[in-house]
């Protein structure tokens, strides 16, 4: 009993790290915060950051983990599915721009740290795009469009979800300063080229 408490009260503390190290690098930037700053807003020993983290470097790596561990369960349980292939692509796409955009702020702090730090570009890389290309997929094959596409095809369009999110829900309207509606329609635009060309191809 004792042993299940004490891993409770660990989870709960490291949750309460990530949650405040992610308010933190958001609102000041990842150089700008000190662990000393994180503890105090978590309500913890600074010390736990290192035993549980190694380090605020590893502290960002594990909000990662915990984002896209909970992208991944909101594509799956909060993302309610289409009634065709069509409008589940389109759902699916205009997800991912609207994710990318609310995410923005994260999105920075972990874009330039993975630049300065490969690890963290290493993470993203592996766990970002093919854990959410899997549940993609997986939506995708409870349409006969998806099961009847070879899985290089699938995988493709996978990929062109997140994609298409990233550079027009983040790149083009965060980095690059241009409107986001209008970014947000060339994404939707692309889509549909997309699935005219499935279409005629598999007519």
Request: net charge positive; charged share 30%.
């Amino acid at each position: 009993m004792a042993a299940r408490e004490r891993t409770r009260n660990r989870k709960a503390r490291e949750e309460a790290l990530v949650r405040a190290a992610t308010r933190l690098f958001a609102s000041r930037g990842y150089d700008s915060t000190t662990t000393r700053d994180i503890a105090a807003s978590a309500g913890c020993a600074e010390g736990l950051i290192h035993r549980y983290f190694k380090g605020k470097a590893g502290l960002l790596l594990a909000i990662v983990q915990s984002r896209v561990s909970r992208e991944v369960s909101d594509l799956s349980d909060k993302l309610r599915p289409a009634s065709d292939f069509r409008a589940e692509l389109l759902r699916l796409v205009n997800w991912e721009l609207d994710r990318m955009w609310k995410d923005r702020d994260f999105l920075n702090i972990a874009i330039a740290r993975a630049m300065q730090e490969p690890s963290v570009g290493h993470l993203i890389s592996a766990i970002g795009p093919q854990r959410r290309a899997e549940v993609i997929a997986k939506r995708l094959r409870h349409f006969d469009e998806g099961r009847q596409l070879g899985t290089e095809e699938l995988e493709a369009i996978c990929h062109f979800v997140g994609a298409a999110g990233f550079v027009f829900g983040y790149m083009r309207p965060v980095v690059l300063r241009q409107s986001r509606k209008n970014a947000k329609k060339t994404a939707l635009g692309l889509t549909r080229l997309l699935l005219r060309s499935f279409e005629n191809g598999h007519s």
